[in-house]
């Protein structure tokens, strides 16, 4: 499966049992990598997407994803281990987390291969890191 994470400058992802930070630019960007395979993701976290947005909806879709598949990973576990591919997007900001993703990917086996800045609808830089394994 491949990985879709959002983390903050200091790997945060969620406050409170919510997330720190969406953005409309971002989902149409993963709508778009991701057309022709299926995307899990927990109904938490598809309340964030338009209805009608091709989802596959599950209470633990990082189990339900198979090769190929994405795993926009929010409020569920984070299996970094069977990961193919990662997509890490950094908000370029600093907000307040209790949870955060703290992985070491090169630890893992995982090299970056791209690197990419772009506008987003709330945030002026978002950095999109595309990371695989080798």
């Known amino acids: 499966m491949n990985l879709i994470i959002c983390i903050d400058d200091a790997g945060g992802m969620m406050f ?14 993963l709508l778009e990598i991701t057309k022709g ?10 309340r964030q997407f338009e209805d009608g947005a091709p989802l ?3 209470d633990r879709p990082w189990a339900d994803a198979a090769a190929g598949d994405y795993y926009f990973a929010e409020d569920g576990e ?14 370029n900001r600093l907000y307040p987390s209790d949870r955060k993703f ?8 995982f090299v970056q291969k791209n690197s990419e800045d772009f506008a987003g609808y709330s945030h002026e830089c978002i950095t999109e890191e595309i990371y695989m394994k080798e």
Not at 37 to 46: N, R
Not at 80 to 85: G, I, L, N, R
Not at 102 to 109: E, Q
């Open 102 to 109: 703290t992985v070491d990917l090169s630890a893992l086996g």
């Open 78 to 91: 984070i299996p970094t281990e069977c990961a193919e591919k990662v997509y890490l997007y950094r908000w």
């Open 37 to 46: 395979a299926k995307l899990w993701v927990t109904p938490y976290t598809a």
């Open 16 to 29: 409170n049992r919510r997330r720190q930070s969406q953005d409309r630019v971002l989902r149409a960007r």
């Open 56 to 58: 596959c909806v599950s």
